[in-house]
């Protein structure tokens, strides 16, 4: 008997926990900022409805149906899709290799919030600290100890989280999903009265509706969306395969889907009060201050800690509250990615789930190692870029594709109208087979674009080559390799009788 979630509000629970992470913390304010402010909410409510809700459905839906992982469940729809499958989990694999090194450094910035470690400058910390920057990524120079300490920290809090699987799973979300928005409700309560907040806000939603005249506006609110909902990467569908025949998958969708843009919204509220707060301190423009990416957490925020008024403690009492939410943000999403990959792997070659876990987590900190030596940010930087692009947009394509066109759009809809209290109607299947592989088409074109004109971040390309492509390919070739190995329980009969089935 597989799996079950213990309840419907843990499954949602879970669900919203895979979602919400370091993107919305990060992710979602700086793309706000840099295209087109309050303007952006436009496009990005459009990719939420026109593809990202759409796709959702479809993953929570398709786990459900097959009651399996991305591999098995795309194999039973045509034998030889199994191999997308399998490339969906190793970029899962990949994501969770560098996400758990980042979870990593809220460990170390919470004892810093303690110990005042960054007062000295917190890019200077940062760096010179935390990090030990090499010159670039061809200087490996060892591994930084503070942060090879605390990814061994967050690898075992991620085994620890998923070590029940579903059942401890369960009993995390609850925690994991609650506490950092009751965190972040707080520290926007503190840094709206902050002078300056209004100007930071002012800043993050004044509307430039010009950027919407900009396709690259409309790709950023896609891959964001994509992103920021789990999609593609076989987590969805790993997670919608515990749950019952009976529910209710559609609503489920709906509140998943606006529960992840509106913490987006938020921590974009907190992030830009605290930014305007700083602008009134410092004088520095909010347009020189880092407002995306790393930077944004790792540096100017504890930049902001340390210039909020009531001395030490109250400082380092906003310090663990900001990188304890960092840590509850991406916990969750760290080990829905694993989940992912251990529930491929389970669901195929029926091994068992304790030792698979444990392997795939051991193998995930020994992958992640290159992103805690000296040169780990470039690293992170480059198998990030390429991870999160190529392999989110062709896996996207061909698994719209897939459902839309082979499987048949209409039969799953079918299949979740029956038991969805929300009915879908036609404009579902529109979004599946024309509109979210036409998106993703169109950001992939930009894309390559892109990519053609300029080397990504200024690095050499033999980097590019080995962090970007050799990644991607080996994801590829590992992925349909595994296609062939024979699963587990399949006994020739079972074989044409799932063919049938399908
Ligand atoms: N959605 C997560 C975030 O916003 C990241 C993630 C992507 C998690 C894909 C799982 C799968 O941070």
Not at 341 to 370: E, Y
Not at 474 to 496: C, D, H, K
């Amino acid at each position: 008997m597989r799996d079950r979630w213990g309840s419907r509000t843990i499954f949602i629970l879970a669900a919203i926990g895979s979602a919400v992470g370091l993107g919305n913390a990060w992710r979602f304010p700086g793309m706000a900022y840099q295209n087109g402010g309050g303007a952006f909410l436009i496009p990005y409510f459009v990719a939420l409805i026109t593809a990202g809700i759409p796709l959702l459905l479809m993953e929570i839906s398709i786990g459900k149906k097959f009651q399996a992982g991305a591999p098995t469940a795309f194999g039973r729809i045509h034998r030889r899709f199994e191999g997308l499958g399998w490339w969906a989990v190793l970029t899962s694999f990949v994501i969770a290799a560098y996400y758990t090194v980042i979870l990593g450094w809220s460990f170390n910035y919470m004892w810093a919030s303690i110990t005042q470690a960054w007062s000295g400058g917190a890019a200077d910390y940062f760096q010179k600290s935390i990090l030990q920057i090499s010159d670039g990524p061809g200087d490996i120079g060892g591994f930084s100890l503070p942060v090879l300490v605390t990814m061994v920290l967050a690898w075992i809090s991620v085994w620890w989280c998923v070590r029940n699987g579903v059942h401890s799973v369960g009993k995390v979300v609850k925690w994991t999903v609650t506490l950092p928005v009751v965190l972040m409700i707080f520290l926007g309560i503190r840094t709206i009265t902050l002078p300056g907040a209004i100007e930071g806000l002012n800043y993050y939603l004044k509307p430039d509706f010009n950027a919407l005249l900009d396709v690259k506006v409309w790709a950023a609110a896609y891959g964001q969306v994509f992103f920021s909902l789990s999609v593609l990467f076989s987590v969805m569908i790993a997670y919608g395969s515990f749950l019952p025949e009976d529910s209710d998958t559609t609503t489920d969708t709906m509140i998943i889907a606006f529960a992840d843009a509106g913490i987006s919204f938020l921590a974009g509220l907190v992030v830009f009060t605290t930014l305007g707060y700083m602008m009134h301190t410092s004088g520095v423009a909010i347009a020189d201050m880092s407002i995306s990416g790393l930077g944004l957490a790792f540096v100017t925020y504890p930049e902001a800690i340390s210039q909020l008024p009531g001395g030490h403690i109250i400082q380092a009492i906003f310090g663990l509250m900001f990188f304890l939410m960092l840590f509850t943000l991406g916990i969750d999403s760290a080990f829905s990615l694993v989940e992912g990959v251990v529930t491929g792997l389970v669901d195929k070659f029926r091994w068992n789930r304790s030792w698979t876990l444990l392997a795939v987590c051991v193998a995930g900190f020994l992958g992640g190692l290159i992103f805690v030596t000296k040169a780990g940010l470039y690293w992170l930087d480059i198998v990030d870029y390429f991870t999160n692009n190529f392999n989110l947009i062709v896996i996207g394509i061909i698994e719209c594709l897939l459902v839309g066109w082979i499987y048949g759009s209409e039969k799953i809809r079918t299949y979740f109208n029956e038991t969805g209290t929300i009915k879908f109607g036609k404009w579902w299947d529109a979004m599946i087979r024309f509109v979210t592989p036409l998106a993703l088409l169109g950001i992939s074109i930009m894309w390559i674009i892109q990519n053609i004109k300029e080397n990504y971040g200024g690095y050499e390309t033999k980097y590019l080559i080995l962090g970007g492509w050799l990644v991607v390919a080996i994801t590829i070739i590992i992925g349909f390799g595994l296609m062939f190995l024979r699963s587990r329980e399949a006994a020739p009969e079972q074989i044409t009788e799932m063919g049938v089935d399908a």
